[in-house]
């Protein structure tokens, strides 16, 4: 089983800075991918960023794509997302997700994935 440990989070004004930290645990040998979702009140999740924690690709929601990075330290089954130049649109609550599913849809009821709790980023204008 794998556990994962989120972090980060809060409020910020439009055009600022947060980073969410999502440390893995357990079984983590096997990981494939990990990354951060979202939910909007009102909305479906979606997915936002995704690393293979093999090789370090990245992949982007549209939506994010130049104001947030994601990044690994294998060291410590960790994986970061630095969210610059925030908008209020970006306010929801972030989930990490990490097992072998790499897309950035929703992964199907027989994926193997695992979710953090998780954490509100609220974004004011």
């Known amino acids: 089983q794998v556990h994962l440990e989120s972090s980060g989070g809060g409020s910020v004004q439009a055009g600022g800075s947060l980073r969410l930290s999502c440390a893995a645990s357990g079984s983590t040998y096997s990981l494939t991918c990990m990354g951060w979702f979202r939910q909007a009140p009102g909305k479906e999740r979606e997915g936002v960023a995704r690393i293979y924690t093999g090789g370090g690709n990245t992949r982007y929601a549209d939506s994010v794509y130049g104001r947030f990075t994601l990044t690994q330290d294998n060291a410590k089954n960790t994986v970061y997302l630095q969210m610059n130049k925030l908008k209020p649109e970006d306010t929801a609550v972030y989930y990490c997700?990490?097992?072998?599913?790499?897309?950035?849809?929703?992964?199907?009821?027989?994926?193997?994935?695992?979710w953090g709790r998780g954490t509100q980023v609220t974004v004011s204008s």
């Open positions: 997700m990490a097992g072998r599913w790499c897309g950035l849809d929703l992964p199907p009821p027989t994926a193997t994935v695992t």
